[in-house]
Every structure is written in structure tokens, then in C-alpha cells.
């Protein structure tokens, strides 16, 4: 797409890279271009998975572009669709996002990695909140790290601004695994591969009902999956795939998803 952001189509996955030397910081105009990547990806019906990597392999990203705020990019500017880094706030989006963390995963870059559904991180990987010391508030990660790790392990990083390793990191479940760097994305391009072949409509109701269940108490959540008032849910029982994974039991074969 441009110098900033490039894609990588291969089969139903779309591999997104930042490149913003040196560290991969995020200003609004490369926020917007982030944002209409990670929407075409939703949008495009041909495209199952999405792979979030950054160049480089000192800093994942260091979030929100500092120089940029002062040389006049304001911090409640336009963001662009999905607000920042495109991921955050992108309404409808429904399908599977791996995150491949290689290098410093800092502010507004920690909270892109919390934008995945699947983070794998390269073994010096190292992640931190410092916005307390700038005397600013890290929205994201507060709303959404004390639901993924131990609240009184979030409230430190968020108090203290403390700097989390990869291996301390993979104990508390904030990443599915840690490896190699030279494995990294070998790993991450075979669950992709393993997702790209998986069906889709189920994948899209289990992102939906997931999200849907944060605001939601249990039984009101499954009420409104029994009585489909889920959109995905809706597609999927009423679909062809929702038949095809029962069929290719009874056949004793591999089922053949469609997305339809």
C-alpha cells in the first residue's frame, strides 16, 4: 500500500506490515492508513486471517508518535476508522488476528498487540505501559489488560509502568507462545494456515459472541444466541457450513467450509 504499511496476500491470509523506523511509532496519517487496511481485510470476503507484524527487531512498536504531537498531531486527532492503529475500535470485525510480536511492544504498541486475538512473541520481546510517567492514561490496556492477566499483575503494569519480559509475560497468558526469533514466523504463518482452512462463519460467531458477552450477564448472552439474534449466529445456523461440519462426520471425511 505505501513505505509505511505493507501487505502480503497468501491463499485467505493478509500479512500487515508497519514500518515506521526506528520504532515503528504511530502518528494519525499512519493510524488512518492502518485503519483502511485492517477494514478492506474485513470487508474482502476472500480473506479468512490477518498476520499483524512490524519491521525491524528492536521495537514492535513504541506507540503513539511522540515527535508527531509536537510538531502539532494532537492526541484526540482523527484517527481513522478502527481508531487507533486501525484495530482498536474497527466495528464488525469478525475474523481471526494474529499478532507476531518481535522487539519492544511499548504504549500504543502494547495495546495494538492487545488488539489480537493470537500474540506469539519472539523470546527478547519485552513489553511495558509507561504512559504513567508521562502522566497520561493508557485507555486501551486499562480497559482491556486487567481481563487478561491477573488484575493485581495489570495494575501494576499500569501504576508502575514496569517492564514485562517475554518469558514472565508467557506465565501470566498474555502471549499464546514465545520463540526463537528466527522461528517466530514460521509459527505464526502455520496457525494462520490452520485458521485459513477452518470455518470461517464459526470463527465469525465466536469473535461476535466474545465481544458481545463482555457488556452482557451469561444467561442474557446465551439467550440471544439460542434466539439468533446474533448476526453471525443467525449466518452460521442458518448456513450451509453449519450443516457441512455434521455431514463430513457421518461421511467420514474432512468437511469442505465455504463461508456460506
Excluded at 505493507?6 to 485503519?35: C, F, Q, W, Y
Excluded at 513504541?62 to 509536537?70: R, S, T
Excluded at 482452512?197 to 446465551?222: C, H, N, Y
Aim: charged share 30%; glycine share 10%.
Amino acid at each position: 500500500m505505501t513505505d509505511v504499511i505493507t501487505t502480503r496476500r497468501e491463499g485467505g491470509i493478509l500479512e500487515v506490515t508497519l514500518d515506521r523506523p526506528k520504532a515503528n511509532a504511530i502518528d494519525l496519517h499512519t493510524s488512518r492508513l492502518m485503519g483502511e487496511t485492517f477494514r478492506e481485510f474485513r470487508d474482502d470476503p476472500e480473506l479468512r486471517v490477518a498476520i499483524v507484524q512490524t519491521a525491524g527487531d528492536k521495537f514492535f512498536c513504541a506507540g503513539w508518535d511522540l515527535k508527531a504531537a509536537a510538531d502539532g498531531d494532537a492526541v484526540d486527532g482523527d484517527y481513522g476508522v478502527g481508531g487507533f492503529a486501525g484495530l482498536q475500535e474497527l466495528r464488525g470485525l469478525n475474523k481471526p488476528v494474529i499478532a507476531a510480536v518481535n522487539g519492544m511492544a511499548v504504549g500504543g504498541g502494547f495495546e495494538l498487540m492487545l488488539s489480537a486475538d493470537l500474540i506469539y512473541a519472539s523470546e527478547h520481546s519485552s513489553f511495558a505501559l509507561p504512559e504513567i510517567k508521562a502522566g497520561t492514561l493508557a485507555d486501551a490496556a486499562t480497559i482491556k489488560l486487567p481481563k487478561r492477566i491477573p488484575y493485581h499483575v495489570a495494575m501494576e503494569m499500569l501504576y508502575r509502568g514496569r517492564w514485562m519480559d517475554s518469558a514472565e509475560a508467557l506465565r501470566w497468558g498474555l502471549v499464546n507462545e514465545v520463540l526463537p526469533t528466527d522461528e517466530l514466523m514460521d509459527r505464526v504463518w502455520e496457525v494462520a494456515f490452520e485458521l485459513a482452512a477452518g470455518p470461517p462463519l464459526v470463527f465469525a460467531s465466536i469473535k461476535e459472541v466474545a465481544r458481545e458477552a463482555e457488556a452482557m450477564k451469561f444467561q442474557d448472552t446465551m439467550n440471544r444466541i439460542t434466539k439468533r439474534q446474533l448476526e453471525t449466529v443467525d449466518t452460521l445456523y442458518g448456513s450451509e457450513d453449519g450443516m457441512e461440519g455434521f455431514k463430513a462426520f457421518a461421511e467420514k471425511r474432512d468437511p469442505v467450509w465455504k463461508g456460506k
